[in-house]
């Protein structure tokens, strides 16, 4: 079996995470900020690789890799509840349902992206580019503001669902006709007609 | 906690599952079906609006709004009520459309009366989560709205664009927003406002970050330039009704939407910011959006450039609110612009409707010498032209008179601005005259086997926009009185 350059991404990230996570048994003390520089690195990685890697399949998945360093991130930052929905809504089920989408609806040649150095893929990565630059300016421009209330919750999923029916009613209720509106606008435009004469 | 605030919206989304509810029954025949939704949608529409005035009437005023997520004041009366108006016009001017072109009529109705729920959801929100909430309910219906004539390719590359182009400025407000929350720890707008107005750093990346991300986003939704690409292609594709209720709904919500979250952030750190990208933006999307409207041979393209160019007046009007003694005069111009702007161009589509059906196509040349078939339909269409032009007796004449002026009574380092778009109402007038020209004065040909007469929903419809937009210009002080109420919009 000879290696895609995929497959040398996933074990390449694969290995940094096992040498990163020896280091944080061996620095316990620093666990969560190694933790951190951990997932972001993986995260960012498998990023990237989704947009570099020709292979939609792979690109799905190395998709859901990312989705899950999001969610470790949120464990790190003690929102369990969303590191769990993060975990089941996007790793479980974006991720699996572009393979899916991929493997259903595959033709005769396996779907490759096509990669082509033309000027506008220069284009856009200078542009990619010139915007992260000013984005990290941007944030490191200033120091944030701490704000008291933002404290950790002991129960988030408790703290969670008293604020849907409280404060955040109206938007519980908007999100749910989105859904609705989603399902059918997804139905009707999915479904296979049977063309009438 | 009361929920009586948002009775019509309640009424709305009711009106959709009573149409889908209805789709489901057996009907003597089809058209039967089609015509029994129209009018239940139709019918909510009405009702809902109908509560609204019976409400201004009896003490609108003692409403309590739900948390900060839902704010009824004046403003956002005043829009319900224009977005409720564009929608049953929207209902008015499908049901032909829908009988002939479209399968899935009971979804149609039912993602237009949702679309609107989002929209007026998106113009009395003042905390972001609602707005971005509302602001996706009405875009994505509007993606499946185009997507929804499946047997044409260009609504589904329509559609595309649109979905893509939307995603992306979804992302890069969101952006914006997560910079304005993570500065001052509050989702609510009047608690960003009180955060800002205190802010004591000098100018810096950071908030220049957070606000052109956030104009970049409803630069989109209202399709300034240069944020406008998607608009050509996407009127083009979708089906006609879609495209006068993108042309109507989405951007009057949108620019509501815009007026509140401008309202946030007038301060003294960030209004020259904020002003000054207004100002570019207006200025670039009335040149280009006029110019470009002038060559374009297909009539739905040319009212996609037409709305951009629109939108720059609108938005130079909006540069105006960041000065404080032309504050109240620009908001009163901007919110009466808008009214106009529904009356004028759903009229102006309703005429279309009729005149694309009879020369079997929306190319301008194909619209030829159709004024002695369809004389009501060229006469309003004319109207409406004349009023979007910004001439009297029609309201669009008013309309544009007190932007300018409020714009004008900002200060003279706006004159400019003003130069500019006087010069393109100018521009306006060549291409919509053009369009009147090639109506009356062409040969006149011939067409066998087409119905002529305008079905009584045009009539309709096409009868309350000619009203409105000369019953504006004749009596427009009720109106301006009432959004000259308007304040604290937070």
């Known amino acids: ?197 | 906690m009361n929920l009586t605030a948002i009775l019509p919206e309640i009424l709305v989304c009711l009106t959709a599952l009573a149409v889908i509810g209805a789709d489901l029954g057996t009907y003597r025949n089809d058209s039967r079906r089609r015509g029994l939704m129209a009018w239940i949608a139709g019918t909510g529409l009405t009702v809902a609006l109908a509560v609204l005035f019976g409400w201004q009437l009896g003490g609108y005023q003692a409403f309590v709004g739900i948390y900060s997520s839902f704010r009824p004041d004046a403003m956002s009366w005043f829009f319900r009520c224009t977005l409720l108006v564009s929608g049953i016009f929207t209902v008015l001017l499908s049901v032909d459309y829908v009988k002939d072109r479209i399968r899935h009529a009971g979804e149609f109705y039912a993602l237009l009366c949702l679309a609107t729920l989002g929209a007026m959801f998106m113009v009395a929100a003042t905390d972001m989560v609602t707005f971005y909430l509302a602001l996706e309910l009405l875009s994505i219906s509007s993606f499946v709205l185009v997507a929804l004539r499946k047997d044409s390719p260009k609504a589904s590359e329509a559609a595309l664009k649109y979905l893509v182009f939307g995603a992306l400025s979804s992302g890069l407000m969101l952006y914006g927003l997560s910079f304005l929350f993570g500065m001052s720890g509050s989702l609510e707008y009047a608690q960003i406002f009180t955060y800002f107005r205190q802010y004591q750093e000098p100018f810096n990346l950071q908030l220049l970050v957070a606000v052109l991300m956030t104009l970049a986003g409803l630069g989109y939704k209202v399709s300034a330039v240069p944020f406008h690409m998607w608009t050509p292609d996407v009127y083009q594709g979708a089906p006609m009704p879609v495209t006068a209720f993108l042309s109507a709904t989405s951007k009057v919500a949108a620019f509501a939407a815009l007026l509140r979250i401008l309202e946030t952030l007038n301060v003294a750190s960030l209004t020259p910011l904020w002003a000054l990208v207004l100002m570019i933006m207006a200025a670039l999307s009335m040149t280009l959006g006029n110019l470009v409207a002038a060559v374009q041979q297909d009539v739905k393209r040319m009212f996609a450039y037409s709305s951009i160019a629109h939108a720059g007046y609108i938005l130079a009007g909006m540069v105006a609110l960041g000065d404080s003694a032309a504050h109240d005069t620009a908001l009163t111009a901007i919110c009466y612009y808008l009214l106009v702007y529904v009356f004028m161009n759903l009229g102006a589509f309703a005429a279309l409707m009729h005149l694309t059906r009879l020369a079997g196509s929306s190319r301008i040349p194909d619209l030829a010498g159709l004024a002695t078939k369809a004389p009501w339909a060229a006469f309003i269409l004319s109207c409406c032209l004349l009023s979007l032009t910004g001439l009297p007796p029609f309201a669009g004449f008013t309309g544009k008179f007190y932007l300018f002026g409020a714009l004008l009574s900002a200060g003279s380092e706006y004159v400019w601005l003003v130069g500019v778009g006087v010069l393109n109402s100018v521009v306006s007038l060549y291409y919509y005259s053009r369009l009147m020209r090639l109506m009356y004065f062409a040969p006149t040909p011939e067409l066998e086997g087409k119905d002529l007469t305008l079905s009584p929903a045009l009539k309709l419809v096409s009868g309350f926009c000619l009203a409105g937009i000369v019953g504006l210009f004749l009596f427009p002080t009720p109106v301006l009185t009432f959004v000259s109420a308007l304040s604290a919009l937070l």
């Not at chain 1, 990230?13 to 048994?25: F, I, P």
């Not at chain 1, 997932?39 to 990312?66: E, H, N, Q």
């Not at chain 1, 790793?91 to 000027?119: C, K, Y």
Request: with cysteine; glycine share 8%.
């Open chain 1, 1 to 197: 079996m000879t290696l895609r350059f995929a497959d040398k991404l996933i074990f390449g990230l694969l290995g940094v995470a096992a040498v990163l996570l020896g280091l944080s048994v061996l620095f316990f003390a620093q666990g969560k900020v190694i933790a951190f520089y951990l997932l972001g690195a993986v995260m960012l990685t498998s990023a990237v690789g989704v947009v570099v890697v020709k292979d939609l399949i792979r690109s799905a998945f190395l998709l859901a890799l990312s989705f899950l360093c999001v969610g470790g991130l949120y464990v790190l930052l003690q929102a369990d509840f969303l590191a769990a929905a993060q975990i089941l809504i996007y790793a479980g089920a974006v991720a699996i349902l572009f393979v899916f989408g991929v493997m259903l609806t595959r033709r005769e040649q396996d779907p490759q992206m096509v990669h082509s150095f033309e000027f506008r893929v220069t284009a856009a990565v200078f542009i990619g580019f010139g915007l992260l630059v000013l984005l990290v300016r941007a944030i490191f421009a200033l120091p944030w503001p701490s704000h008291p209330s933002s404290g950790a919750v002991a129960n988030t999923v408790v703290s969670i669902g008293e604020h849907f029916f409280g404060r955040y009613i109206l938007p519980f209720e908007i999100a749910s006709v989105v859904l609705l509106m989603a399902l059918i606008g997804a139905i009707v435009i999915a479904r296979k007609e049977n063309h009438r004469a």
